[in-house]
């Protein structure tokens, strides 16, 4: 488990980084929200004791990057600061507290709800972004 293995000085940083990210005090929303995409998916992860999962994660980053474009052409709707940041910040205040229970469950939640913004915009995005077959790689 990488919860009891992560700095607590880490955890404040991150927590104070979704503070102002949620008060409105960054200059830039969208450095500060992929500096916290970073700390909750690569750099708590790194510090889990099976070397596999951060690995795995890296591999998988571009999927980060990706939905970012697609979140992009799409847009947001409603609330300025996303929720994910709100989701980050219950994760990481209980990580901060030792409430490892409490920080699993919020980490369940945000890749549920996650998942689900996700379906969404990539459903939106391809209303207006139809896909082709590709030969070589429908065959």
Request: glycine share 6%; with cysteine.
């Amino acid at each position: 488990m990488a919860a009891d293995r992560i700095p607590r000085a880490g955890i404040a940083e991150m927590i104070d980084r979704c503070g102002r990210l949620l008060a409105g005090d960054e200059d830039d929303a969208r450095l500060a929200m992929d500096r916290l995409e970073y700390d909750l998916h690569v750099d708590c992860i790194g510090h889990a004791r099976n070397v596999e999962l951060p690995r795995a994660l890296k591999i998988s980053n571009c999927m980060l990057y990706a939905g970012k474009h697609i979140q992009a052409a799409v847009g947001r709707e409603g609330d300025p600061v996303p929720s994910m940041v709100r989701e980050h910040r219950d994760i990481l205040v209980a990580l901060a507290v030792g409430a490892i229970e409490d920080a699993a469950s919020a980490l369940v939640h945000h890749l549920e709800m996650s998942r689900g913004r996700s379906e969404i915009r990539l459903r939106k995005f391809l209303e207006s972004n139809p896909c082709y077959e590709v030969d070589y790689v429908s065959a």
